[in-house]
């Protein structure tokens, strides 16, 4: 079975911190590029931060340039999102999932995991 797995949400004070982590199992990601993706109630999803799991390449989303940080530990098949000085805009279910480009945008992904909630709040 190839699943993706989120996990280190939860409830965070404004210009707090967390760490996201997404495991994977029944695939390597090393030939992946790996995505996080948050939706708000009532908004699209929108793509935040992906990467390549093959050279380690990058992008964000301008909303979170200089706050969150995208990283990957191949030997571990687990992809990181880093988020620093948390907005309570920020607050959203966060998803990672696993795509054959480094692209933003969740139509160029195959396979999802479940969510994990980040509330942003004082």
């Known amino acids: 079975q190839l699943q993706l797995v989120e996990s280190g949400g939860g409830l965070v004070q404004p210009g707090g911190s967390l760490r996201l982590s997404c495991v994977a199992s029944?695939?390597?990601?090393?030939?992946?590029?790996i995505g996080w993706f948050r939706q708000a109630p009532g908004k699209e999803r929108e793509g935040v931060s992906c990467?390549?799991?093959?050279?380690?390449?990058?992008d964000y989303a301008d909303s979170v340039k200089g706050r969150f940080t995208i990283s990957r530990d191949n030997a571990k098949n687990t992809v990181y999102l880093q988020m620093n000085s948390l907005k309570p805009e920020d607050t959203a279910a966060y998803y990672c999932?696993?795509?054959?480009?480094?692209?933003?945008?969740?139509?160029?992904?195959?396979?999802w995991g479940q969510g994990t909630q980040v509330t942003v709040s004082s």
């Open positions: 999932a696993a795509g054959t480009a480094l692209e933003l945008d969740p139509w160029d992904y195959d396979h």
């Open positions: 029944g695939f390597t990601l090393r030939y992946w590029y």
């Open positions: 990467i390549s799991m093959s050279d380690g390449s990058t």
